[in-house]
């Protein structure tokens, strides 16, 4: 038994698999297949001879059932016994096919019986046709040979009819002429031969297209290809053509009015004037003018073009572009009443805001830093007599100039506010000319009438001294005695305003396209370029394009001083208006255009010029380019950001002022609005601080701050900022040096001194002469060196100084040019710190 075992080849030890695992494919409509893995377990097969005993027989399968109609599908084959999953996915791909074969075999036959039907139904119909014609041709043939009938035989019935028409008054009937018949077209004779008929091509259409669905049907042109534009464009030419009686008359010339400008392009040319390019190009050709299609030419150049083509020219200038309203009036009969428009005018720290919060019932000045206002406010308020006046509150600090000027010039009455315990100021004089030259009614608010050593006939009296003489004192100027704090003499200052706008007459039209002047512009974080604009004729309405200086926009909103937002906004109303294609200056026009085009480009004519003027260089000649080469003016790089248009052309005009002969202030950029990258990296690469002015920097800002060390001051009071401008530029100047001269000395001879130096002999003119002390050494009062006592000697005794009418000898620091009869000048050198 050992020997036996030993012989039989051994089988590798592993575990029977039981369960075979396999994937199934499964096919779905539009080409979707499905990967499913299945697991078939294993039949336990049984050896003949083992201990169980075989299973019966399976029973004889059942007779096959009848084939079906073509039309249903044949029924599946049962599974073979023991198929492993790859046999059975392979058996259902070989069925299916069967199947997809089977079917497109039964359609084949369907269309081949379906075309034999048709054939033999067009063979019957020719059949029909041809006997039809034959019997027709026979009709015909035995009508020609039938004899005419006599016209005889008919005349008694005509005779006995006579009576019978006359007495019923009846026509005749009339008698038809015969008319062959028209022959229908004959089929073409199909040969004897063919015992098919070929197909014509819609049925090879039809045969190809398959089933016939609603889709199919309702889309009958899908599939073909459509005609090009050039085909359809021939097609209406020809039949135009056809339309005209076939001939092609020559289209008579179109004359334009053609709007040329200073310069222009042959193309754009030719594009006005409705002709080709080349034909242009051949004339300038004939006149020695050798140009492109796209090359410019001038007016003159473009007239004799237009004149030579037969059309009519219109010269425009580039100005035309531009809006002018000034020369646009309104008729009389259009205007009506409008509020008045009162700017608010004074010396800094006078009350001004006080007066307009206690008329408008507010408190404004809490809010404003330094007590100071620095902006240009406007607001609107409603009398007890229900009458409205639009305030506007200027600053009174010396840096705000142009506010109070602008704020002149779009009012209509001027109160100025002076503090009866204060007097007469600078700014108040300002104001005073402001008033004057923009010529407008003034009237005379004395505030602080609740102080204690308030003194208005002072005012009175020093208001003399301007030319300002008021009622009390028998002149034309209303003056109002009131305070802002108690709400004393309101009523007065309101009553005196209402009587001086009824005796100007103001009136505009509102019924018309919107002007406006901008009081204020400025950058907002949240709502973008925004103006503080007051309506002076027509309505503001929202959706309206306008220009605005430099910018366009689309109104998208109208806001008043209440913060409540308006649909329109008539004359005499001031209005926050947001929309802007950027931020305007302040002072700027607002006007209503008719598209937003027209606004677009009117703002880049603008643009063109205000770049033009900028970038213009001015006439210089060698001196003055070699004077500002020597020049040794130290310069202060700046970049200046603040919250309002305002804001920014004062404070750098103040800057401005602080230059001298020795520093001078460079605005490297001044703008509107946040601290935002570009103003940091400008900075950082000119090495300039930046001035922030009610605003701050950008969370990415901040960071290139950081990074770069860029220096940022930042300020929301207006003389804060120039006094700390003005210690920084005095700074890099440093101290200042004052010479103060000690005393005179002459040069009587010359000794040596050791080796090298010299002594030179001195007689003291004037002062005295000190050791350590500066001294400058001239001839003929020519300097020949500045220099240092190093020694000073009376006799053979060193001494500390000299004085007058006394001789004396010096030793000179790094000079040994000296003659006798040259004089010395002695002084000494102070420091102290310099002030702008």
Known sequence: MSDDNSQRPRKPLGLKRSVDAGEVKQTFSHGRTNKVVVEVKRRRVLKPGSEAAAPPPPPPPPPPPPPPPPSAPRAAKPAPAGETPQERVKRLQLEAEEERLRLAEEARKREEAEAREREEEERRRAEENRKAEEEAEKQRAAEAAAPAPEPAAEAPADEAEAP???????????????????????????????????????????????????????????GRRARSLAALKRAREKERRMQGGGSSKPREKQVRDVIVPEAITVQELANRMAEKGADLVKALFSMGMMVTVNQTIDQDTAELLVE??????????????????????????????????????????????????????????????????????????????????????????????????????????????????????????????????????????????????????????????????????????????????????????????????????????????ADATVIEAQLDKGRGPVATVLVTRGTLKRGDNFVVGTQSGRVRALVDDKGQQLKEAGPSMPVEVLGLGGVPSAGDQLTVVESEQRAREVAKYRQDKATEKRTALAPTNFDTMFAGLASNVIEYPVVVKADVQGSVEAIVNALHNLSNDEIKVRVLNAG????????????????????????????????????????MMYYDVIYHLTDEIAKEMAGELGPERI????????????????????????????????????????????????????????????VDEVRTGLECGVVLEDTNDIKAGDMLEVFSVEERERTL
């Open 164 to 222: 019978a028409a006359k007495a019923d008054a009846v026509p005749a009937a009339r008698k038809f002429t015969p008319v062959e018949r028209p022959e229908p077209k004959r089929p073409e004779k199909k040969k004897k031969d063919d015992k098919r008929a070929a197909p014509s091509e819609g049925d090879k259409d039809k045969r190809r297209s398959g089933k016939l669905t609603v889709t199919r049907a309702l889309n009958e042109d899908e």
């Open 308 to 513: 030579e083509f037969g059309h009519n020219i219109q010269r425009v200038s580039e100005s035309d572009v531009d809006i002018d309203t000034s020369e646009d009036t309104d008729p009389e009969e259009t205007l009506r009443p409008r509020p008045p428009v009162v700017t608010i005018m004074g010396h800094v720290d006078h009350g001004k805001t006080s007066l307009l919060d206690a008329l408008r019932g507010t408190d404004v000045v809490k809010c404003e830093a330094g007590g100071i206002t620095q902006h240009i406010g406007a607001y609107q308020i409603t009398t007890k007599s229900k009458d409205k006046i639009t305030f506007l509150d200027t600053p009174g600090h010396s840096a705000f100039t142009e506010m109070r000027a602008r704020g002149a010039n779009v009012t209509d009455i001027v109160v100025l506010v002076v503090a009866a315990d204060d007097g007469i100021m600078p700014q108040t004089v300002e104001a005073i000319n402001h008033t004057k030259a923009a010529g407008v009614p003034m009237i005379v608010a004395i505030n602080k009438m609740d102080k204690p050593e308030a003194n208005p006939q002072k005012v009175r009296e020093r208001l003399l001294e301007h030319e300002v003489i008021v009622e009390a004192l028998s002149g034309d100027v209303q003056d109002v005695e009131l305070s802002a704090k108690t709400g004393e003499g309101l009523d007065k200052l309101l009553d005196a305003i209402a009587l001086q706008a009824e005796l100007l007459e103001l009136k505009a039209r509102p019924d018309r396209d």
């Open 672 to 711: 509107v609005g946040a601290i935002t990258e570009s103003d940091v990296l400008l900075a950082a690469a000119s090495k300039a601080p930046i001035i922030g002015f009610n605003v701050r920097p950008n969370a990415k800002a901040r960071d290139l701050v950081k990074r770069d060390g860029v220096r």
């Open 739 to 798: 010479e103060t001269v000690v005393g005179r000395a002459e040069v009587k001879q010359v000794f040596p001194a050791g080796k090298k130096d010299k002594a030179a002999g001195l007689l003291v003119l004037e002062g005295a002469i000190r050791k350590g002390l500066f001294a400058r050494l001239t001839r003929q009062d020519v300097i020949v060196s500045a220099t240092k006592i190093a020694s000073l000697r009376r006799f053979k005794d060193d």
